[in-house]
């Protein structure tokens, strides 16, 4: 039941990458309108994950000063993710075109492939965790997804190209949910590691990633929206916390 749940889970973030369509069909200042605001949104979502689920899940199953060695290692690998494997956010759904778009994709597709193993050591942890852990993710994907699509077409990919090379790309966290699943069930000890890990990478997209975004805008009116948006955010994790069965 926890493997089908966890299929469950990555097939939907894998279908997210489809997203990359709606570019098409919204007006350009609209589109960066709803994406200022799902900006917002997901750094909540994604700093209640860490500091609701996450963090209270870790420090329950290891010692505190390891805890603390794994969000900062997780800070650093996602650091290193984002520098050497060009794995950019394009939350304005237009970004700077160059000649590793297959770089990129494969960064963006070991990315899904570590949001799989996520997922998967969070729901074998508890349902509750791992549905607000696939809650974090998705919501962080969309904005991300649809900068993602607009880079392949600007890179010289047809629309069907950029939508299939995102979606096979999305579809690692299949992979790597299925292999987080057994690594989980053979050591005990990928849990305590992945958890603490995922804190700090979630914090790094947060704080260094999403938030400068909102920093960038001058118009007040649209940071309102957007830190409307992350405070809606913050209370979808308490509520995933509160109501949300084991």
Not at 34 to 59: D, N, T
Not at 192 to 212: E, V
Request: hydrophobic share 55%; aromatic share 12%.
């Amino acid at each position: 039941m926890t493997l089908l749940r966890i299929i469950l889970a990555t097939s939907l973030v894998s279908v997210i990458s489809l997203i990359g369509i709606v570019t098409l069909l919204i007006k350009e200042k609209l589109l960066k309108g709803i994406l200022f605001v799902l900006v917002g949104f997901s750094a909540g979502a994604l700093i209640g994950s860490v500091f609701f689920h996450l963090l209270p899940e870790a420090f329950a199953r290891t010692p505190s000063l390891n805890v603390s060695y794994g969000v900062i290692a997780g800070m650093i690998a996602f650091f290193l993710l984002e520098r050497y494997f060009h794995w950019r956010h394009c939350h304005n759904g237009v970004c700077d075109v160059h000649a590793f778009t297959y770089l990129n994709l494969a960064g963006d597709g070991l990315h899904n492939f570590i949001d799989g193993m996520v997922i998967a050591a969070s729901f074998v942890i508890s349902s509750k965790l791992g549905v607000a852990t696939t809650l974090a993710i998705i919501l962080h994907e969309i904005p991300q997804e649809l900068g993602d699509f607009g880079v392949l077409l600007y890179g010289g990919f047809s629309k069907k190209k950029a939508l299939l090379c995102n979606f096979l790309s999305a579809l690692m966290a299949m992979g790597g949910a299925v292999a987080g699943y057994f690594i989980a069930e053979v050591n005990s000890g990928f849990v305590q590691f992945i958890l603490p890990m995922t804190a700090g990478g979630f914090l790094y997209i947060a704080m260094s990633d999403l938030i400068p975004e909102i920093h960038k805008e001058p118009d007040p009116r649209r940071v309102g929206a957007a830190f409307a948006a992350f405070l809606t955010g913050l209370v979808l994790m308490v509520l995933t916390k509160q109501f949300l069965p084991e």
